[in-house]
């Protein structure tokens, strides 16, 4: 069963002032009439039904989250009791999610992303979701892009050369320096081929 987790727990106060801790940048119109949640919600849709579309967030959102998504069922909103960053986030909404269907595959996406090619992006998901159900149910599913500039504030994927677009991972480099980045950049097996799908 393909559900997906919409994390939106974050403070989100990177484009302060527009953004504070009260209103946090997945609730903001910051590139279209919508907020960055709604886009993000709209874009599972098309691929996910509702029922199947979970949002984990803090108690100081909850609110926020019922407001801005009216048709998202009550249960599909998980409120953390404290916020204990991204691993625990995940894991606690995924044994929520795996009490109402125990057979779930689970795709777990951040609240604020800008998307330029949604119907790209759903296949793309689809893809993963379909490699995970072919007799790959272990395995953990990454999605990349190829970076234009050296970026600190993100992870990298080291992967191994295949001209598949299902592509083993060797590695994962949690936000290098910005050396460190750079090298990255020139090395272009670390970097990653937009479309591809890690493993």
């Known amino acids: 069963m393909f ?14 002032p527009k953004s504070t801790e009260e209103l946090p940048k997945q609730f903001l119109n910051l590139i279209d009439e919508k907020t960055m949640i709604q886009l993000t919600y709209e874009r599972l849709l098309k691929i996910i039904p509702k029922e199947r579309i979970f949002v984990v967030t803090g108690e100081k959102y909850k609110e926020l989250v019922k407001i801005q998504l009216q048709d998202l069922p009550d249960r599909n909103v998980i409120v953390e009791p404290i916020g204990r960053n991204t691993a625990p986030c995940i ?22 992303h800008a998307i330029a090619n949604s119907e790209e992006f759903c296949r793309i998901l ?20 190829t970076p234009n500039r050296p970026e600190t504030g993100y992870g990298y994927i080291k992967c191994e050369k295949s001209n598949d677009k299902v592509i083993k991972v060797e590695r994962f480099v949690e936000k290098p320096n910005l050396e460190t ?17 890690y493993i």
């Open 3 to 16: 559900c997906a987790l919409i994390m939106a727990g974050g403070k989100g106060t990177r484009f302060w």
């Open 91 to 112: 894991l606690l909404a995924s044994l929520y999610i795996k009490q109402i269907y125990e057979d779930a595959t689970i795709a777990v996406l951040p609240s604020d």
């Open 126 to 145: 689809q893809m993963a979701n379909g490699y995970v159900q072919k007799e790959n149910k272990n395995s953990i599913v990454t999605i990349g892009i």
């Open 181 to 197: 980045a750079k090298e990255y950049l020139s090395e272009r097996n670390i970097p990653l081929e937009c479309g591809n799908v």
